[in-house]
């Protein structure tokens, strides 16, 4: 009996031995190669960390070693073999026009297979896109028409708003968001020199959400209400709106005394960094500007004296064709979280940004002289989860001449 019970014994060792045998994971390594953006210039790479998840055991490995190579970033990495979730990000800087900027980039590539086959290295190339933590706030509304006065066609210019949303499922800060109006119009197409719009927008003003990082804090499905004059109008203009409980406002010091702004103390008054206009700001009416939300990756007197630049630029007139120059500040596009074209219906000619900003357009108006157009605004889709609709395609994501929100 012992003996039977000394041969099973060995037998059940055997069987664990063997168990155990087929179990080893063996080490293997594993090559990762970032690429950088083709469309900017003289781009740099800095503090690149990649993060490696097995996604059987769920352990991690940070990988912060990399190198350029050949025009790419390298690093090597020995891990057990198995699947991985591979995340890296970075901070790169790099040229538009004569100044330097930079901005986090962010890459990702899931299910990754690192073998240990005859010692041979597994290799994975990843693209960088740009990358804000801000991405899911994006416009919701744009009411740049205003509204008329009973009985007449007569514009009530101040009751313009915005409606920024966080259409992402965690919280977001909203402060030191900027709101930017693009320098050039959609029914006039200009040849530029030097042309930027690959790299940059050229814009006309810039307001910025005040706060220290954490201020504005935005749920997931929040909205910020930013009016051009935080007040109810409907006291003025029975056609009009209440806009007396919005969180922002813009408000200028004008130094035209029959233009002069409304400061209510109970909006946040948005900082303004530049503008050209010489009164107080509104929106375009018949909607013939683009506007954007950008993080700002600079100091004032920084972007100040960086992102200022003067340019030419062609004119087709009927009598002719004739030269002119002027001059704005830029925004890199990498630093814009969300876009929307607008644009006169009949009248539309080019986009004044860069497709990979927004490639379509959304308007109000149907022509330059179109009176309808007062009393509507452009809101964005919603999907069959109600989540807004963002594909960077302004045509595809908003709704047309509707209804404002603020007046349903």
């Given amino acids: 009996m012992r003996k039977i019970l ?43 960390t990649a993060q490696l998840t097995n996604i059987e055991t769920l352990k991690t490995c940070v990988v ?26 970075g901070e790169m800087s790099y040229t538009v026009g004569t100044s330097s900027t930079s901005t986090t980039m962010r890459a990702e590539s899931r299910g990754v297979r690192v073998r240990a086959d005859n010692a041979a290295t597994s290799m994975v190339r990843l693209f960088f896109n740009n990358y ?74 810039l307001y910025m959400i005040p706060g220290n990082g954490t201020s504005v804090p935005m749920e997931p499905g929040e909205s910020l209400l930013i009016a051009f004059n935080a007040k109810n109008h409907k006291a003025i203009n029975p056609n009009s709106i209440d806009l007396s409980g919005a969180q922002f406002e813009f408000y200028d010091e004008s130094p035209n005394a029959e233009f002069l702004d409304e400061d209510n103390p109970d909006a946040v008054n948005l900082v303004k960094w530049c503008s050209d206009i010489w009164s107080y700001t509104v929106l375009h009416n018949k909607g013939n500007k683009s506007y954007g939300l950008v993080r700002v990756r600079s100091d004032f007197d920084t972007f100040i004296t960086d992102n200022y630049y003067k340019f030419t630029y062609l004119v087709n007139a009927a009598w002719g064709a004739y030269e002119s120059s002027g001059e704005a500040y830029f925004i890199p596009n990498s630093w814009v979280i969300d876009m929307v074209n607008l644009s006169i219906m009949n009248d539309w000619a080019w986009n004044v940004v860069s497709p990979s900003l927004d490639s379509g357009w959304t308007y109000c108006a149907e022509t330059s002289s179109d009176k309808t157009r007062y009393g509507l605004s452009v809101i964005r889709r919603r999907d069959a989860l109600g989540k807004l609709v963002d594909t960077n395609n302004s045509t595809a994501d908003f709704l047309p001449r509707q209804q404002p929100s603020l007046l349903q």
């Fill in 6 to 48: 000394f041969i099973l014994f060995i037998a059940s060792l055997a069987w664990l031995t063997s168990c155990s045998e087929n179990d080893i994971v063996n080490d293997a390594q594993l090559r990762i190669y970032l690429d950088l953006p083709m469309n900017v210039s003289d781009p740099v790479l800095t503090g690149a």
């Fill in 64 to 89: 912060d070693d990399f190198s350029a190579d050949e025009g790419l970033y390298v690093a090597n990495v020995v891990v057990p073999e198995g699947y991985y979730n591979i995340v890296v990000t």
């Fill in 132 to 205: 804000n933590a801000e991405d899911g706030i994006v416009i919701e509304e744009l009411f740049f028409t205003s509204t008329t006065y009973p009985g007449t066609q007569r514009p009530y210019n101040d009751d313009q708003y915005i409606k920024i949303t966080n259409n992402s499922d965690h919280l977001i800060y909203a402060d030191s968001l900027a709101i930017v109006e693009s320098k050039f119009q959609p029914d006039m197409q200009w040849v530029l020199t030097p042309d930027l719009m690959k790299d940059a927008i050229s814009i006309s003003w």
